[in-house]
């Protein structure tokens, strides 16, 4: 089945203890992407990748790092969490060719940091 | 800026009802649109997807229009059921990194 999985899909953490978001993908897709999910503000993108080690910025980057090693994964890393990053994320991924591909979505991570 | 704003941010209808959500764009250079559902605590499941080049699509009692010129689509939906009730999101897709920029959504209730 094609998909898009996240571990954990939940976490309860403190201020400054770094964590890793899982993200990996089975269709065999170039583009990724993180977006966090906020009330009264919406989807907003964090970081993208076009392909193995190519990744760049989105619009709220601040606080966070990912890394593409592999074409199917593309972890989020909070170095030093705080609580104003309590949100729910989604990964997503799709095929890159030219704009015209859907974007499928993992189940979501709820975090809070406390 | 790319900025979506969705109308109504809420609504409710009795079963059976056929109706109308809106989206609106501010900057029709986009590749696509694409108009997802989210259930309470859920993730996104995509629902249609049109191409800039393209007016509409259909998807069982789905059906999505999108003029680009303007800078709006709507996704009209046939008979509504209960199982409908869910948050309705429209996201565009333009620029050089491939962003979706969405809408707040609206949130359907379909009453039985």
Request: proline share 5%; aromatic share 10%.
């Amino acid at each position: 089945e094609a998909q898009v999985t996240q571990n954990p899909r939940y976490l309860i953490t403190v201020t400054g203890k770094k964590l890793t978001v899982t993200c990996s993908q089975n269709m065999n897709h170039e583009y990724m992407s993180w977006y966090r999910q906020d009330p009264g503000l919406g989807l907003r993108q964090i970081y993208y990748s076009m392909n193995v080690e190519v990744t760049d910025k989105g619009d709220v980057p601040e606080g966070y790092k990912v890394s593409r090693k592999e074409k199917r994964n593309f972890p989020l890393i909070l170095e030093s969490p705080s609580p104003n990053q309590t949100s729910l994320y989604f990964c997503a991924s799709s095929e890159w060719t030219g704009g015209s591909d859907t974007q499928y979505f993992g189940p979501g991570t709820r975090l809070t940091v406390l | 800026k790319q900025e979506v704003t969705q109308i109504p941010a809420a609504l409710s209808v009795p079963e059976g009802e056929n109706l109308v959500l809106n989206c609106s764009f501010t900057d029709s250079a986009i590749y696509n649109l694409q108009w997802f559902r989210q259930d309470p605590g859920k993730g996104l499941t995509s629902l249609l997807l049109i191409q800039s080049s393209q007016r509409e699509q259909t998807s069982g009692r789905l059906n999505a229009s999108l003029d680009k010129s303007s800078g709006r689509s709507t996704l009209y939906i046939a008979a509504s059921q209960p199982g409908d009730s869910a948050t309705y999101l429209c996201a565009v897709n333009g620029g050089s990194n491939y962003k979706l920029t969405f809408g707040k959504g609206t949130l359907l209730t379909v009453n039985p």
